[in-house]
């Protein structure tokens, strides 16, 4: 079994020394009641609502930056991996990535690829990296961001590429109460993954984040759920073999899932045709490479 543990946690904008040390100290916590795997929300590094690219710019570094040397640091402390959101520098470009990383430095990242008009988004480049799974402790691990959940493609594919557990490091603000817990019971149980959906509390540029983090699992199960408006753990066990044995049986020879195996991707063509719809980044101008 490996135990994973959400950190719903407060974040505040532009102040990154203060957001790493909070999460350093979760790390810790975390460590003390034995996580393997521990997630933390979107930009957890740097806050969000940023109002513009060049502010947004202050706050982003590098991959390989202060701020992941002190991460990994401390999972090879601790003995953990975790994934935790930041604002990616690129040369020019900027990315809301999240990375994973553990006590052998960084395992992975993802830049985000579907970006809504709000907060650091709108000025942030589409993320330009194919969805990949990474693989720790026998857990293989996919990752979305946010607005992802809202595109059931993002999380298909990570399931066809055989993710055990999808982390969904989130910033949801008011208004997003809808996004859970249903889509991430959905998400889950289409898949037959597991699925966390770890979301920050408290406020920030005038926007309110409404918290209620949800792991699923495989059967669309709700493990653990946040509050609306508290620091705290979530704690899930994992067993990888659930989400790997994809056919579900309700009655043998007589009733039978598996939505792996009864998918007609021949079908599924005008999913992938390029489309020519007009974004808000159209309407307003907003320049970004993509």
Sequence with gaps: MIKLIGVQCDVSLGNCEQNLQAMLAHLEAAAERGADLVIFPECALTGYGFESREAAMECAEPLEGPASEQMIAACQKFQLNCIYGFLEKDDERIFNCAGMV??????????????????VDRFADYGDRPFEIQESANLRV???????LAFPEASRVLAVAGSDLIALPTNWPRGAECMT???????????KVY?????RIGSEAGTSYIGQSCICGPGGEILAMGSADQEE????EIDVEIPRQKRVIRKKGSFEL???ADRRPEFYQPLINPH??????????ISQTE
């Design 102 to 119: 553990g006590p052998d430095g960084i395992l992975g990242f993802y830049r985000k690829i579907h970006l809504p008009y709000v907060g």
């Design 142 to 148: 996919g990752i979305n961001i946010c607005y992802d």
């Design 181 to 191: 817990p249903g889509p991430v019971i959905t998400r889950a149980m289409e898949n």
């Design 195 to 199: 699925y966390a959906a770890i979301n």
């Design 233 to 236: 753990y979530m704690e899930v």
């Design 258 to 260: 598996d939505r792996m």
């Design 276 to 285: 020519v719809l007009e974004t808000p980044r159209d309407r307003y101008g």
